[in-house]
């Protein structure tokens, strides 16, 4: 497994992958310097393009080893949410032919293990509350604000 650091307006994001994939975002505190993989100098790349409102869609490979057949699901389509638009944990659950099942649609999204690439900071609350995000309320709010000013 390889991994980088990317100091983003959010904080430090460590970033692990294999030659071919992106495994994992995570947000840490602290970073490491290293030489990192070809491979990671792309994801930071466009992450470094994203958040400098130039890149509206990744074109990464990702990879999900332990998600479920239902999570992958999920991820799927929630790869079609665009750039700057939010859609419902109901709306979301409906896009995969499963309108009743909106909780397990909010379990999938909290164990997305690639975050901002897989863009569930873009899946609010009906009531248009933001809800969670594995890196933090502050992150998804930053996240949301800045998609919606560079759209």
Known sequence: M????????IGILKIF???YALKKIELVNARNDFECSAFNYEVIDQLEAYFEGRL???NIPVEFDKATDFQKKVYDALM?????QTKSYKELA????????CRAVGSAL???PIPIIVPCHRIV???GKIGEFALGTDAKKYLLDFEKAHK
């Open 2 to 9: 390889e991994v980088a650091f990317y100091k983003s307006p």
């Open 17 to 19: 992958s294999t030659d």
């Open 56 to 58: 509206f869609r990744f």
């Open 80 to 84: 079609s949410v665009r750039y700057g």
């Open 94 to 101: 409906q896009m995969i032919d499963r309108p009743n099942a």
């Open 110 to 112: 909290a164990k997305n």
């Open 125 to 127: 609350n009906s009531n």
